[in-house]
């Protein structure tokens, strides 16, 4: 069973404001990424990290920033949010190897108005 | 290009009506396929993961089956409890990285 954290939950903002989106976990696994889900779409993936300083951005062209300062911690950084930015964000963990799932947090629902 | 369909987009069922989903994949190399299971406004829920083809795997009514170019999620006598979405994902030996499908939205019915 994976213990990975979300906060807030649900986040309503307006335009222009600053958002950290937080994720932690308690595995102690060191891969850690962020996905994007609109309501019956695919996951996209947005930042992936493989360890304490390592992040590389995903396949989805995004506008916000990571950071890997602890293995436990990969908060997520909007500089600036926009109506744009409104969707689902998970973070997710798996272990190191080939062939072992990812474990999802409970995800943030963002809406920027 | 690494691609994943998955399909119907939408099933709908009543409750012991068994039925199959599918999964299927184009990939540089398959290094592992994954079912998950989403509940509305949760993360996903990891269920299966299956490597080469010929591989079953079985969750009490659900049973994951792989060949060369696809997956199927078979149902057998659904709950109301089995309603959600089951999304289906890869992972390619030339891409480190979960590439997901849309999804199959089931529903099950009384």
Known sequence: EADIYQTPR??????????????SQTMGHDKMYWYQQDPGMELHL???????????????????TVSRIRTEHFPLTLESARPSHTSQYLCATRVAGDY???????????TVL | EDQVTQSPEALR????????????YTVSGLRGLFWYRQDPGK?????????SAGEEKEKERLKATLTKKESFLHITAPKPEDSATYLCAVLSGGYNKLIFGAGTRLAVHP
């Open chain 1, 10 to 23: 649900y986040l309503v903002i307006g335009t222009g404001k600053k958002i950290t989106l937080e994720c």
């Open chain 1, 46 to 64: 947005i930042h992936y990290s493989y360890g304490v300083n390592s992040t590389e951005k995903g396949d989805l062209s995004s506008e916000s």
């Open chain 2, 13 to 24: 069922l009543q409750e012991g009506e068994s039925s199959s989903l599918n999964c299927s």
């Open chain 1, 100 to 110: 072992n799932e990812q474990f999802f947090g409970p995800g943030t629902r963002l």
């Open chain 2, 43 to 51: 993360g996903p829920e990891f269920l299966f993961t299956l490597y």
